[in-house]
């Protein structure tokens, strides 16, 4: 079993910036790959941005290509997503999300989920 435990979400204006961190905590957690998804009320669960097991390899939502950057930590078993250039339409809930060994693209590659931080970006 692997825990998964954000912080750092909030309430920022737009053009403001936010880094969210996810804690993994379990046996395997490090040799998932892992990342964010967001998901907006009435819309499905969508990815924002996933590493790689070792941190070699990402991959970003073309909607957030250039504005927001992800990391893993030095111990592997932490993610943190930079967010820049926050735009209100980037309002949603955002999950930490753990599974698989390259770069998860869909929810349905994620075997572990947090349980969600709140990202509100006002006009």
């Known amino acids: 079993q692997v825990q998964l435990v954000e912080s750092g979400g909030g309430l920022v204006q737009a053009g403001g910036s936010l880094t969210l961190s996810c804690a993994a905590s379990g046996r395997t957690a490090t040799t998932y790959a892992m990342g964010w998804f967001r998901q907006a009320p009435g819309k499905e669960r969508a990815v924002v941005a996933t590493i790689n097991w070792s941190g070699s390899s990402t991959y970003y939502a073309d909607s957030v290509k250039g504005r927001f950057t992800i990391s893993r930590g030095d111990a592997k078993n932490t993610v943190y997503l930079q967010m820049n250039s926050l735009k209100p339409e980037d309002t949603a809930v955002y999950y930490c999300?753990?599974?698989?060994?390259?770069?998860?693209?869909?929810?349905?590659?994620?075997?572990?989920w947090g349980q969600g931080t709140q990202v509100t970006v006002s006009k």
């Open positions: 999300a753990a599974g698989g060994i390259l770069t998860p693209t869909r929810a349905n590659e994620i075997v572990y």
